[in-house]
């Protein structure tokens, strides 16, 4: 599995990683503090994030199953091993997790906007 270019950079000493916007240290990285840790929870940066959305009406049904579906895969082998990889800490929830998730990122990206764009 083809990791991320800064993955292979961090390998041949071009890059360090100062910190990490995870929850928690990386097995990893054991000698990477997260944010937190470094005194940067205050940072503007968040999670990276992937995720699906639909339009308002989409059956529930579809929904339903979609979200299913991805997080299957998301939670499958291939895809732990490939965030393992990459240093990346997989986060599954709810349709509603998600939801609240983009919101408060809507949120804080506003912030940051308004505090360091105008």
């Not at 959305?53 to 991805?70: K, M, Q, S």
């Not at 599954?92 to 998600?98: E, K, L, M, R, W």
Request: hydrophobic share 45%; charged share 25%.
């Amino acid at each position: 599995m083809k990791r991320f270019l800064h993955a292979g950079q961090l390998k041949a000493g071009k890059i360090k990683i100062l910190a990490l916007t995870a929850s928690q240290r990386s097995a990893e990285l054991p000698d990477v503090p997260t944010f937190k840790e470094a005194g940067l929870d205050t940072f503007p940066a968040g999670p990276i994030f992937w995720g699906v959305v639909v339009p308002t009406g989409t059956p529930a049904p579809i929904v339903a199953r979609l979200h299913d579906e991805l997080a299957a895969i998301f939670h499958g082998d291939k895809f732990t091993a490939f965030a393992k990889q990459n240093y990346l800490e997989p986060v599954a929830g709810s349709t509603a997790d998600f939801a609240a998730f983009l919101k408060k990122d809507r949120q804080d990206a506003k912030a940051v906007v308004d505090k360091y764009m105008k």
